[in-house]
């Protein structure tokens, strides 16, 4: 890298740390340029120097996080397809991952109206859906029902929101990952059975 780059590198970086706490603060609407600037020590026009707007600030901060994210999840989900007893340690691994970008994470999930990013969100819960679909279809023989999946997925994402809301340390968010992924490996095992017995009980002849 060329030395004169090394100035506008670190003035990038600090206004990416500062847009970071501001967006997690105060979302993506009421962010304010001129604060995070002041944060920096920069002016508005050194920021539009290095972003051509608060939007492409937001996109610098969430789009990394996301297409490390789709990467992890895409070879852990299959990893645990094919062996499903690696669930505890892969549902470590991305607490672990989410815990590292929890802000990044939050802004993603809650604090991206009124931007071009603001279906991030429904991009992880597809994700999500996906992997939630071939693991029952894996089980069941043939596609789960749709609606179900998708309540299904929402408590998942809302189970991973809450556990980022709050102020916990690594190894309490672990704690708490690992206990809700016991919780759901018992119930998904559960409903398996359930959806087996009625697809049976409907296939049974009627005397």
Do not use: W
Request: aromatic share 10%; with cysteine; glycine share 6%.
């Amino acid at each position: 890298m060329n030395t004169q780059d090394k100035p506008h590198t670190t003035t990038r970086q600090k206004l990416i740390e500062a847009g970071t706490e501001e967006f997690y603060r105060k979302g993506y609407r009421q962010a304010s340029l001129r604060k995070i600037c002041a944060a920096c020590g920069v002016t508005t026009g050194a920021f539009y120097f290095l972003f051509p707007s608060k939007d492409a600030l937001l996109a610098a901060i969430v789009d990394p996080v996301l297409a490390q994210c789709a990467a992890l999840t895409e070879r852990l989900f299959q990893q645990e397809l094919a062996d499903p007893s690696c669930g505890p340690e892969i549902d470590r691994i991305l607490t672990e991952f989410q815990y590292r970008y929890r802000r990044e994470f939050f802004i993603i999930m809650e604090q991206c109206g009124g931007s071009s990013r603001e279906n991030a969100k429904d991009l992880l819960q597809d994700r999500i859906a996906r992997y939630f679909d071939q693991y029952f279809t894996q089980a069941l023989g043939s596609p789960p029902d749709p609606e179900l999946m998708r309540i299904l997925v929402s408590l998942r994402v809302q189970g991973i929101l809450e556990i980022l809301k709050g102020e916990h340390t690594l190894e309490e968010a672990i704690r708490l990952s690992s206990a809700i992924s016991h919780y759901a490996d018992s119930g998904a095992q559960a409903l398996i059975n359930f959806i087996k017995s009625q697809a049976k009980g409907q296939s049974s002849p009627r005397g």
